[in-house]
């Protein structure tokens, strides 16, 4: 992979940060009887929540439920860690992901008309991400691949320039500053698909 593009791939730097703490506190939430699909389930109902306030003109409300939704999002991988990781909570995170990312942008979609173009186009660059993402992890299943950049997985998670932090960080910016929404969308969506086209790279590379 070009290494000029690392800079980007936020998650994989952050991670050697965040585990350390993010562990602890899940073993604790474990050893409390609290499972990572209580985390998932109740960080994406935090999520959605936060794109409803969104679309309802809250958006501080919104950012805080945003940022409530990731880190939940972090601690229900930790507390799997800690206890038991099963391939169907693996399967619910995901789609919680998945289901989240796609909802912020819709919540701006419905604030306000003049945001429901760049709204979808960013959905649709979301979906294509997506779709290469299990794509390669499909394949890398298939082939035994592993990989622990992103910390251990229930299925194989691969690169890309843009990953959950950088999309967070864009949700972030959009909720601070709701007029540029369209150009943050247009730029953002771009990003995502240069991402497929990066990740195709790979497939081409690896699934030889």
């Not at 952050?14 to 474990?30: E, F, K, N, Q, T």
């Not at 990989?147 to 949700?171: M, R």
């Amino acid at each position: 992979m070009d290494r000029s593009s690392d800079f980007l791939m936020l998650d994989v730097k952050l991670r050697p940060l965040i585990d350390p703490p993010l562990s602890a506190v899940g073993r604790a939430l474990a050893g409390a009887g609290i499972s990572a699909n209580m985390l998932t389930f109740t960080g994406l109902a935090l999520g959605l929540g936060g794109a409803a306030a969104i679309a309802l003109g809250h958006i501080w409300l919104g950012l805080a439920l945003i940022v409530a939704n990731r880190v939940l999002d972090g601690l229900d991988g930790a507390v799997a860690r800690a206890s038991e990781p099963t391939l169907l909570g693996g399967y619910f995170d995901i789609v919680a992901d998945f289901a989240f990312y796609v909802s912020v942008p819709l919540g701006f979609g419905i604030l306000a008309s003049e945001n429901t173009l760049p709204a979808l186009v960013l959905v649709a660059s979301f979906v294509l991400t997506g779709v290469s993402f299990l794509a390669f992890a499909v394949v890398a299943a298939e082939r035994g691949e592993e990989t622990e950049a992103h910390g251990k997985k229930s299925f194989f998670y691969s690169t890309g320039l843009a990953e959950g932090t950088e999309t967070i960080a864009v949700f972030i910016a959009m909720c601070l500053f709701p007029a540029y929404f369209a150009m943050i969308a247009y730029i953002y969506a771009g990003l995502c698909v240069l991402t497929v086209f990066q990740r195709s790279a790979m497939a081409i590379s690896t699934f030889r």
